[in-house]
Nanobody, 111 residues
Framework: QVQLVESGGGSAQPGGSLRLSCTAS???????LGWYRQAPGKQRELVAV???????NYGDSVKGRFIIPRDNTKNTVYLQMNSLKPGDTAIYYC??????WGQGTPVAVSS
């Protein structure tokens, strides 16, 4: 059983940065880890994913702006969000292997 806890959400201005963290209890290293987001009235969408070997993939809307590093020694995956836009406003969820989900952390981008 893996429990995921996200942190780091909050408010930012357009063009600003935030870093989200997702820390796991339990075995973590074998899973692909992902960040997803869901805006009001929209479906949940992929933001970024990193495999156990370190390969990454990003949603088209965040390519070149977001980075998903992981630190298996700390059982933590991060989402570094740069050049934020109002369209990035959503609840961000951490996922491990499509089996475990965090509770979500809100991000609001506005001027």
């Amino acid at each position: 059983q893996v429990q995921l806890v996200e942190s780091g959400g909050g408010s930012a201005q357009p063009g600003g940065s935030l870093r989200l963290s997702c820390t796991a209890s339990g075995a973590f290293g074998m899973y692909a880890l992902g960040w997803y987001r869901q805006a009001p009235g929209k479906q949940r969408e992929l933001v970024a994913v990193i495999t156990s070997s370190g390969a990454t993939n990003y949603g088209d809307s965040v390519k070149g702006r977001f980075i998903i590093p992981r630190d298996n020694t700390k059982n933590t995956v991060y989402l570094q969000m740069n050049s934020l836009k109002p369209g990035d406003t959503a609840i961000y969820y951490c996922d491990a292997g499509h089996k475990y989900w965090g509770q979500g952390t809100p991000v609001a981008v506005s001027s």
